[in-house]
């Protein structure tokens, strides 16, 4: 039932912006933190960006941090991650994460959506 889909990934040139899209299904979003991870080839998937339930409090990993803005939408159950001033460095599979509580007593279990594409290249 929970589902995380990504879209908006692609090709873009060094310098150049994609705002990418994650629109979550399955659950009470405004009750779950969320996240942007990524994970490039021959490396270890890594947080670039989290966001809290109600889209007040946001961190970012160091290498994005200026150039990239997370947020979120719970009424249309969508987040967001606007990247700009792309750099080559930015290419990677970029996965949507979210908190899901569940059972008894409850736990929280992440879910990953599938990835979509992000290529930077001249």
């Known amino acids: 039932q929970v589902q995380l889909v990504e879209s908006g990934g692609g090709l873009v040139q060094p310098g150049g912006s994609l705002r990418l899209s994650c629109a979550a299904s399955?659950?009470?979003?405004?009750?779950?933190?969320m996240s942007w991870y990524r994970q490039a080839p021959g490396k270890e998937r890594e947080l670039v960006a989290s966001?809290?339930?109600?889209?007040?409090?946001?961190n970012y990993a160091d290498s994005v941090k200026g150039r990239f803005t997370i947020s979120r939408d719970n009424i249309r159950r969508l987040m967001y991650l606007q990247m700009n001033i792309l750099k080559p460095e930015d290419t990677a599979v970029y996965y949507c994460?979210?908190?899901?509580?569940?059972?008894?007593?409850?736990?929280?279990?992440?879910?990953w959506g599938p990835g979509t594409q992000v290529t930077v290249s001249s």
């Open positions: 994460q979210a908190g899901v509580r569940s059972g008894w007593p409850p736990a929280v279990s992440d879910y």
């Open positions: 399955g659950f009470t979003v405004s009750m779950s933190d």
């Open positions: 966001i809290s339930k109600g889209g007040v409090i946001t």
